[in-house]
């Protein structure tokens, strides 16, 4: 068996804390704008840079609340309704990738209706990018402890 003592916290001041899972998040998001960029740049993508940044704030909340909701609402909704304040509290922990998923296939969704795109075009377009980060969120797992 292989044991670790990895600190999951890059960097503490005070009451604040920089995390590996929180920094691993980030740059799915930053591969994901920098891969739809350069479809755009191709002419692949009918986006704009500027709806490529629509794009990316619809997705990060999409995927940070549906996982927050799905962890609250399946996988512990008794401690989670016995702590109403612990809801908001992500920053202790408690995102579920399935919440992720679906909050991330709904923000597309409505993101491709405002912006009269086909949906399915764009989900090819962000597939991409979402499995590097999507494998880079397990290694954010294991520096979590999690696995």
């Known amino acids: ?82 702590n109403p304040g612990q809801i908001i509290a992500i920053w202790n922990g408690g995102l579920s990738f399935h919440g992720g998923l679906l909050g991330a296939v709904l923000a597309s969704y409505l993101f491709s209706r405002k912006h009269k795109l086909s949906f399915l075009k764009l989900a090819d377009a962000i597939i991409i990018p979402t499995t590097l980060a999507l494998a880079l969120g397990r290694i954010g797992n294991f520096l979590n402890g999690e696995l």
């Open 1 to 82: 068996m292989f044991n670790f003592n990895i600190n999951p916290e890059i960097l503490g001041i005070g009451p604040v804390s920089i995390r590996y899972y929180g920094i691993i998040y980030a740059l799915g998001f930053i591969i994901t704008f920098l891969y739809l960029d350069y479809l755009r740049k191709k002419n692949r993508l009918e986006l704009s840079r500027d709806s490529i940044y629509d794009l990316i704030f619809y997705l990060v909340i999409g995927v940070v609340l549906g996982a927050r909701i799905f962890e609250v609402l399946v996988w512990n909704p008794g401690y989670y309704f016995s």
